[in-house]
């Protein structure tokens, strides 16, 4: 089992800036990815950004360009640096670590990110 606490989102206004973590509780192996997933009422939860243990990333397009995601293998924490931020990108984020063969995956509990003037 992973536990997996993620921190820093909030209140901020659109065209700001904020930084997600998220703290896996035990050792990720590189077979897993780890990412980032959103969701708002009444939609589906959709990936925001993944990355490899290697460093390969892959990003939504609606944040290409913004967002930024990092992982450190040695403190088992994944990051997700968030600019120019838009009222579109209000929601939920939520971390995941996902197995890159089985798809078995591991859920934080969730961040409200919420982007308004």
């Known amino acids: 089992q992973v536990q997996l606490v993620e921190s820093g989102g909030g209140l901020v206004q659109p065209g700001g800036s904020l930084r997600l973590s998220c703290a896996a509780s035990r050792s990720i192996s590189s077979w897993y990815a780890m990412g980032w997933y959103r969701q708002t009422p009444g939609k589906e939860r959709e990936l925001v950004a993944s990355?490899?243990?290697?460093?390969?990333?892959n990003y939504a397009d609606s944040v290409k360009g913004r967002f930024t995601i990092s992982r450190d293998n040695v403190r088992n924490m994944v990051y997700l640096q968030m600019n120019s931020l838009k009222p579109e990108d209000t929601a939920v984020y939520y971390c995941n670590v996902r197995h890159i063969t089985s798809g078995y995956a591991y859920w934080g509990q969730g961040t409200q990110v919420t982007v308004s003037s």
């Open positions: 990355i490899l243990s290697g460093g390969s990333t």
